[in-house]
């Protein structure tokens, strides 16, 4: 599986920013996508994640009602619609793959990972 990410950037707080992920290779049934996030000198966390075949969210307290995850079946692609953006946003944001963990933010259960996109709000 690759993951190739896009859209990151410079917003003022309250703005928003679109994130894409482009996943290419075999994905199996239960491939699950999900965005994480590490702040420099803090422990990458799960933001948010999609069940790629049935479509199924789940998300971090942190961004409940503010960020949005979606896929795109044509484009085989996922995307993290990030609105009223705060300071502590700020970080490399990261696209992961798993299988079978639905329900799970735990860096440990992904397997495959893009290289990032920095998010900077100010």
Not at 26 to 47: C, S
Not at 77 to 86: E, G
Not at 88 to 104: I, M, N, P, Q
Not at 106 to 113: C, G, I, Q, S
Request: glycine share 14%; with cysteine; charged share 20%.
């Amino acid at each position: 599986v690759q993951l190739v990410e896009s859209g990151g950037g410079s917003v003022q707080a309250g703005g928003s920013l679109r994130l894409s992920c482009a996943v290419s290779g075999r994905l199996d049934n239960g491939i699950v996508i999900a965005w994480f996030r590490q702040a420099p000198e803090k422990e990458r966390e799960g933001v948010a994640h999609i069940y790629f075949g049935g479509g199924s969210q789940y998300y971090a307290d942190s961004v409940k009602g503010r960020f949005t995850i979606s896929k795109d079946d044509f484009e085989n692609a996922v995307h993290l619609q990030m609105d009223s953006l705060k300071p502590d946003d700020t970080a490399t944001y990261y696209c992961a793959a798993g299988s079978w963990v639905v329900g799970s933010l735990r860096r440990a259960d992904y397997d495959y990972w893009g290289q990032g996109t920095q998010v900077t709000v100010s």
